[in-house]
Nanobody
């Protein structure tokens, strides 16, 4: 089992950048595929980005392509989400998640086994 703790959220102006971190304990990050999801008030949790367990391939939802980057640092046992050119519509609670599944990119919340507590990102216009 793995425990996840997100950090790095906060208030940022439109056009700015934020880097979210997801520190894992209990197992190494290389043992899982990883995803970032977000949930805005009154909306369902939605997929943002994922990085595969093996090979490190990444996949993004269309609305963040070219602006967000998911990465993994095995030495620090941490997964990151670098968010650039932020927009007010990016405002949400962001969650990292770990999947034990092996395969192609996983974009459903049900594909993931472990979740962090979430970190708030607010983008002001």
């Amino acid at each position: 089992q793995v425990q996840l703790v997100e950090s790095g959220g906060g208030l940022v102006q439109a056009g700015g950048s934020v880097r979210l971190s997801c520190a894992a304990s209990g197992r190494t990050v290389s043992s899982y595929g990883w995803g970032w999801f977000r949930q805005a008030p009154g909306k369902e949790r939605e997929f943002v980005a994922t990085i595969r367990m093996s090979g490190g391939g990444t996949y993004y939802t269309d609305s963040v392509k070219g602006r967000f980057t998911i990465s993994r640092d095995n030495a620090k046992n941490t997964v990151y989400l670098q968010m650039n050119s932020l927009k007010p519509e990016d405002t949400a609670v962001y969650y990292c998640a770990a999947s034990r599944r092996v395969g192609v990119y996983f974009v459903r919340t049900s594909d993931y086994d472990y979740w962090g507590q979430g970190t708030q990102v607010t983008v002001s216009s």
